[in-house]
DNA sequence: AATATCTTTCAATTTATTTTGAAAGTTCAG
DNA sequence: CTGAACTTTCAAAATAAATTGAAAGATATT
């Protein structure tokens, strides 16, 4: 298989994987194809390679600055922006957790913990213990899958390989 | 603040977060529903206290059902079938991780793969290097992933909480 | 300060997903 | 077998999300 072809393969893949990921296709697109491309490419490049429009581009290009997986440079001499994108693995895959971390667990934090503290008044006994136990324990659930998240994210590599990995066999 | 406020409030944030988590929004509250009712719920009750059409909650019931968060009971001397979600939350947790898996990590493990075995030509063999070693790692980094998830999925909850949470401190 | 080059914005359009509800299907009691 | 009670299906409608592209905004160059 020939290079572009397997370029194309593994862009079209990653876009369709993302949108399972709640990350929209083009984004994903764009990602893959600057992870796979030993330099850094201009807005026009990309948008000619995925055939997008320009605002399309731009946007998903700063969604991916926000994230953190894709960055800016300049080359001398040249007007435009580059951009690329982070080549370690492990460093994208905490930076993605991070992003997902916030908007997928911080949000049931925040309600669950709310509906924890609640008082919560009524006639049938028997509905109210079930929701109090259910916001417990969903509670005490998110606690922990959170706690392990931060600790990944704060992770480096060989901690995480070593330590995780070695237990878990 | 009464248990129906509570009610409400718990199964419209969970409907919202669910559209996060890539559930769509009537699933996740059907499956909230459930979670904190003590008593299983017909199709009827379930589409009158959501106010969602008999055809949207066939569907999702189908689906929770599909997913194992929820099962069918009968009721003795009832025609109709009743619905009640699985109150456990690590198994809830396990059951939800083994669903994304499939559909988050087996399709990288599958693409990332096949394209690890080929061989690429071309003649820029810069761009060839960088893509190779992307996949690789890619490659490697999903099937850590993967083997991680599958002890959560396989784990029960004690010794996940013992092996896991005292090693993560 | 005029012009050329590049980036950003955003209303309108397109595409994708979810929801509805009426009709068809199923099951069971009499 | 018939009809009432319930469940399932699915084309059409509604809603939500992504994409376009032209216009407006920057910024550097002469």
């Known amino acids: 298989m020939n290079l572009d072809e397997a370029k194309l393969k593994f862009i079209n ?10 990350i929209n296709r083009t ?3 764009i990602h893959a194809l600057l992870l796979v491309s030993s330099k850094a490419l201009s807005a026009e490049e990309i948008m000619e ?16 600055m926000d994230w953190g997986l894709v960055s800016k440079e300049f080359k001398p001499g040249e007007r435009k922006e580059f951009f690329s994108a982070g080549k370690d693995m492990w460093e994208t895959a905490r930076k993605i957790t991070y992003e997902r971390k916030k908007r997928e667990i911080e949000p049931i934090l925040q309600v669950v913990n709310e509906l924890n503290k609640e ?18 324990d969903l509670n005490k659930f998110t ?3 959170n706690s392990i998240v931060d600790k990944f994210i704060k992770s480096d ?13």
């Open 143 to 145: 606690i922990k899958a």
């Open 49 to 64: 390679q995925l055939g997008i429009s320009r605002g399309n581009t731009n946007m998903n290009l700063h969604a991916l």
């Open 119 to 136: 008082t919560i008044t009524g006639d049938n006994n028997e509905e109210i213990e079930t929701f109090k136990k259910t916001i417990e």
């Open 13 to 22: 893949s990653w876009g369709t994987l993302g949108s399972q990921w709640g």
């Open 157 to 169: 590599e060989n901690w995480f390989y070593k330590t995780l990995m070695s237990i878990l066999k």
């Open 27 to 29: 984004m994903s697109q």
